[in-house]
């Protein structure tokens, strides 16, 4: 409703004085292109971290394309408090994931846009260690990272690290 609309129902003095907020500003991040960038850090990092260990590394595109759907589920679900899409995840990953092998994932979310920082405090957590220095028979490992952007420069970076492979006891 228009000021002169307000005014000539309620009166000049009965106006509600809300403050005048500036617009937010956008966020200019490319959102795809950061994504990519972190992933590609972070697989130079697993693979650096592997190596100190005497360890392959061995990645599975397809793993990784299938944990992307899971990573915008979690920010759906963060924003909503609605689950959805787990279901489909777990039956893709089943799907992709040989009789006999054993699958893990380990999804994170950060405020910030760090490879690096990221990557020391994933290695924090025990699962994502056990995941990042996997031994077994036919180890393939993957990492997807999904960046949401939103106005002010703010961000929401899921990272999710997962490996499959034949347990060897």
């Given amino acids: 409703m228009s000021v002169d609309a307000l005014q000539s129902v309620c009166g000049a003095d009965n106006l509600p004085s809300w403050p005048n907020h500036s617009p937010l500003c956008p966020n200019i991040t490319d959102a795809s292109l950061t994504s990519n960038d972190l992933e590609y850090q972070l697989r130079g990092f697993v693979t650096d971290q592997r190596k100190d260990f005497g360890l392959t590394t061995v990645w599975d595109d397809q793993l990784s394309y299938l944990l992307t759907p899971a990573l915008a589920a979690y920010e759906q679900e963060r924003l909503t408090g609605v689950?959805?899409?787990?279901?489909?995840?777990?039956?893709?990953?089943?799907?992709?994931?040989?009789?006999?092998?054993?699958?893990?994932?380990?999804?994170?979310?950060?405020?910030?846009?760090?490879?690096?920082?990221?990557?020391?405090?994933?290695?924090?957590?025990?699962?994502?260690?056990?995941?990042?220095?996997?031994?077994?028979?036919?180890?393939?490992?993957?990492?997807?990272?999904?960046?949401?952007?939103?106005?002010?420069?703010?961000?929401?970076?899921?990272?999710?690290?997962?490996?499959?492979?034949?347990?060897?006891?």
């Avoid at 939103?150 to 034949?166: D, G, H, I, L, R």
């Fill in 83 to 169: 689950s959805s899409g787990n279901e489909e995840f777990q039956h893709a990953i089943r799907r992709s994931v040989p009789d006999g092998h054993t699958f893990k994932g380990f999804p994170i979310q950060f405020i910030h846009k760090n490879a690096r920082r990221a990557f020391a405090t994933c290695l924090r957590s025990q699962v994502c260690e056990d995941i990042i220095c996997c031994r077994g028979d036919h180890v393939r490992l993957a990492v997807r990272v999904r960046v949401f952007t939103y106005p002010e420069s703010a961000c929401a970076t899921w990272v999710m690290f997962a490996c499959k492979y034949k347990s060897v006891l």
